[in-house]
């Protein structure tokens, strides 16, 4: 055997095992997102988030030298798709952590799966049920539903309200609002006199809202992530109701707020502040984040960005701080996303516990309202 | 209840039946051709509106309004001559199952073109909040122009499908297409016409609906449920029928919601298109003999 012939032997077999040791080399990180359906303006931008902040962080070297290997499922908002997806990012494709689901039933749907497979799940749905009881490898990155019910309540107590009507559209996210708005209302002296539950794709509200008009509430509080939120709105004003209108978290996507034109000025919503991160103080810690995640999106996909998107940054940004400290162990990963502290999301600053696997307090939440088809904090 | 709140929940059934039966003719003019239902006509709808609303950046909004159906028309005759016209045996089945692919398609390339975003056409009048009185009760100045494009569309279809030569030769087609082939009659290109018209329609309702209900990609399916719904309670085919039907269907909704949850609002729409379906398989205002094609 010649010299060359030896080298190139060599070659071909350090060629082939390249893709091996590469392989080992990577973090991969599964992410299962209602990228199309009925919850896409969740999915698409938490996916086009992570796409942008893995490209962020492989240009810069991935973290602690290993390139992050994203992969991305697309289930439609479907929980059995959810199911499927996660069984295959787990135990085929061997993923460090799941970002995702978007939506809350999904979350739900794959909780268990999670938690029996020694997965960390980083999910971006708001439901309380997902962290409440807390589950060892499950966290999310949305502030809760009922820190926004609370927010709601303190602000009804100022204005001096009392007697509310509620909507709610038969989603996870509309469910989950309801029972905390029901479970909370008692203790901060609010009366439900009116509930009503509609279907998510409705396309006219008209007789919920002649329902509520005719119980002589106070306000209306609605509950939805679907256009039906808009919906709402424009029926109630149609209608000649005056009286205020809540929105949940939900609403924080500028999109509805032109779809509902005039019928969205004094909408009052809570919310994280990256909807008005231009408006923020410099002082405010947050700011640089925001600005920098608003500012790197829009340039690059040139579209509005959303706190949904924002949830997908948080749960990436928590992970790699994660990895950083605990490198590529599950378990220990597990550990370290429990045991951060003070760290600067979109959505609020975190600090995990082992009780509390959302990290984020009441004040993660600013109370918004809509004045000449933009967002502003509500003055106080 | 009140008079004033009877109205007003009169007026909201009056406001969902007419979206539901504006979305439902189209079904018709499909089915009295070639006999299958378009699983694809909710997405004629989306697409209307959603090329309107892009139009509509440039364009007036009544130019906006009719280059939408025109595109529309345009992309179901299309549709029809790459998915259809070639098929050598065209079983009801066969395209039916080729129209919920078509219907999938169009969904995917309108979300690739225009995302996942609500759009919005404006108010033909007014605005969102404006109102007309009407004994107490409020309405939008949209849904009257709703009724009145339903209207006009119930004219125009019963007057083409019986009085004109076009009309009764793509009738003939639907009730026997082997006859009516050897007549002379052209029948694929009758079928492109019947998927362009229906296109149209779609379309049309998709813009003038628009205001009301918003455009999104995903959003023909909803629509199309209960267009399906309203057709068929109607009697396939028979356009003042659909009307009728989705008129009846929207007031028993609205007042399901005065006495029940709103959750039970589709529970009950449901088990009367269920009922009628059992006792009267043809329809509310349909002819018996128009089951058998």
């Known amino acids: ?380 | 209840m009140s008079l004033a709140f009877f109205i007003q929940y009169l007026v909201a059934g009056i406001t969902y039946g007419t979206i539901y039966a504006v979305v439902g003719m189209g079904f018709n003019i499909i089915y009295n051709t070639t006999g299958i239902i378009n699983f694809a006509q909710g997405e004629f709808v989306m697409l209307g509106g959603m090329v309107a609303v892009s139009l509509h950046h440039h364009l007036p909004l009544p130019a906006a309004i009719a280059g939408a159906v025109l595109v529309t028309m345009a992309v179901g005759a299309l549709i029809e001559l790459i998915f259809i016209h070639w098929l050598s045996k065209p079983t009801v089945l066969r395209m039916i199952i080729v129209t919920i692919g078509i219907s999938i398609l169009i969904r995917e390339a309108a979300l690739l073109v225009w995302g996942h975003d609500v759009r919005v056409l404006p108010y033909f009048t007014g605005n969102e909040i404006s109102a007309i009185s009407l004994g107490g009760a409020l309405i939008s100045p949209q849904v009257i122009w709703v009724v009145a494009v339903c209207a006009v569309m119930v004219l125009l279809t019963t007057a083409f499908f019986q009085w004109t030569m076009l009309g009764r030769q793509m009738r003939a087609c639907a009730s026997n297409r082997v006859g009516a082939a050897v007549c002379g009659l052209p029948i694929r290109n009758l079928v492109t016409l019947s998927f362009a018209l229906s296109a149209g329609m779609g379309a049309l309702a998709g813009c003038v609906v628009c205001p009301i209900t918003y455009t999104q990609y995903g959003m023909g399916t909803g629509l199309a449920i209960k267009g399906f719904t309203v057709a068929i309670l109607g009697g396939l085919g028979n356009s003042l029928g659909a009307v009728a039907a989705g008129l009846l269907l929207g007031v028993v909704e609205s007042f399901t919601v005065s006495a029940l949850p709103a959750a039970y609002k589709d529970t009950i729409s449901i088990a009367i298109l269920l009922g009628v379906l059992f006792v009267r398989p043809s329809g509310l205002f349909g002819s018996r003999a128009a089951t058998r094609a």
């Not at chain 1, 080992?24 to 209602?34: C, M, N, P, R, S």
């Not at chain 1, 609605?222 to 709402?232: F, G, K």
């Not at chain 1, 149609?238 to 996507?253: A, E, M």
Request: aromatic share 6%.
């Open chain 1, 1 to 380: 055997m010649t010299k060359a012939m030896t080298a190139s032997l060599a070659l071909l077999a350090s060629a082939l095992l390249a893709p091996h040791a590469l392989a080992e080399d990577t973090i991969k990180v599964g992410a299962i997102l209602a990228v199309t359906g009925p919850a896409s303006f969740l999915g698409s931008p938490e996916a086009k988030t992570l796409e942008m902040m893995v490209a962020d962080i492989n240009a810069k070297g991935g973290i602690g030298g290993k390139k992050v290997v994203l992969i991305i499922k697309d289930s439609g908002a479907s929980s059995e798709k959810a199911i499927s997806f996660a069984k295959q990012l787990i135990e085929e494709e061997k993923v460090l952590a799941i970002i995702g689901p978007s939506t809350s039933g999904e979350t739900m749907a794959i909780k268990a799966l999670a938690e029996e497979s020694k997965t960390p799940l980083l999910s971006c749905a708001a439901a309380e049920v997902i962290v409440n009881p807390v589950a060892s490898y499950v966290f999310k990155t949305p502030q809760k539903d009922s820190q926004a019910v609370i927010r709601i309540f303190q602000q009804m107590k100022k204005m001096g309200i009392s007697k509310i009507g509620v909507l709610s559209s038969n989603t996870g996210f509309g469910k989950a609002g309801k029972d905390q708005i029901e479970k909370l209302a008692a203790e901060h002296g609010i009366q439900i006199v009116v509930s009503e539950v509609y279907d998510s794709k409705a396309t006219d509200l008209t007789a919920e809202v002649t329902k509520i008009k005719a119980a002589n509430v106070q306000a209306i509080v609605n509950w939805s992530i679907e256009p039906a939120q808009a919906i709402v709105i424009k029926n109630a004003r149609q209608l000649g109701l005056t009286i205020p209108i809540f929105q949940s978290h939900g609403f924080g996507n500028i999109g509805y707020v032109k779809a509902a034109g005039v019928a969205a000025e004094g909408v009052i919503f809570p919310a994280g502040r990256l909807l008005i991160a231009d408006q923020l103080p410099a002082s405010n810690p947050q700011k640089k984040v925001l600005v920098s995640y608003k500012n790197e999106y829009e340039a690059r996909y040139k579209e509005d960005v959303s706190t949904f998107g924002g949830h997908a940054y948080d749960a990436m940004l928590l992970l790699s701080d994660a990895v950083k400290k605990g490198g590529t162990d599950r378990a220990k990963v597990r550990a370290e996303l429990e045991g951060l502290k003070g760290v600067v999301g979109t959505a609020g600053i975190f600090n995990m516990s082992a009780t509390d696997h959302n990290g984020l307090g009441l004040d993660a939440f600013e109370m918004l309202t809509v004045k000449d088809g933009r967002f502003v904090p509500l003055a106080q």
